[in-house]
């Protein structure tokens, strides 16, 4: 504890602050969990996996936009581009859906703590009515549906080519 009597400084992981980890200093790169149950290193994998999605499909479509051959084609190759791109930009778009989030509880934890310690003293009853906020929960990714409209996207485009 500092000499305000906060809790240590926390480790960012996946956008979640855990506990600062009891590592030994040898090891200063351990991996800590996040609420998900992921480790920072399959976040950055997904992260990097995701960045690779948005540009391929972003390619894809640039490609078939800048040189169409015919309506047909400029359809399916935008069509199959959006199948590529979609999961990528889903999953970022959570991610900072969650991180706006968790920011916000953080700055009104902070706020709540120091009205509950102005509030000491005379005020208990206050104070306790304050409650507590609870921490959010990351937002439902709903996997399925995205796998579904982007497979369905893909599919699609195939149908449509004129190739």
């Known amino acids: 504890m ?5 809790v240590p400084i926390a480790v960012t992981v996946n956008n979640y602050y855990a506990p600062a980890p009891a590592v030994p200093e040898s090891r200063p790169g351990a991996n800590v969990e996040d609420p998900r149950g992921r480790t920072h290193a399959q976040v950055q994998r997904r992260s990097a996996w995701s960045w690779a999605s948005i ?3 972003g390619l894809v ?3 078939t936009l800048v040189a169409p051959q015919s309506f047909a084609y400029a359809v399916s190759g935008v069509l199959a581009g959006a199948g590529i791109l979609l ?3 889903w999953w970022r778009s959570c991610e900072s859906k969650d991180r706006k989030a968790l920011e916000q509880w953080e700055k009104r934890a902070e706020t709540n703590a120091e009205l509950k310690e102005m509030l000491r003293g005379g005020y208990d009853v206050v104070a306790w009515g304050m409650g507590s906020d609870p921490k959010p929960t990351p937002m439902d990714r709903r996997w399925a549906l995205i796998a ?3 497979v369905g996207l893909c599919i699609l485009s195939g149908i449509i080519s004129p190739m």
Do not use: E
């Open 2 to 6: 500092d000499d305000r009597g906060s």
């Open 148 to 150: 579904v409209v982007a």
């Open 87 to 89: 999961p990528g930009a």
């Open 55 to 57: 540009a391929l499909g």
């Open 61 to 63: 479509i640039f490609g």
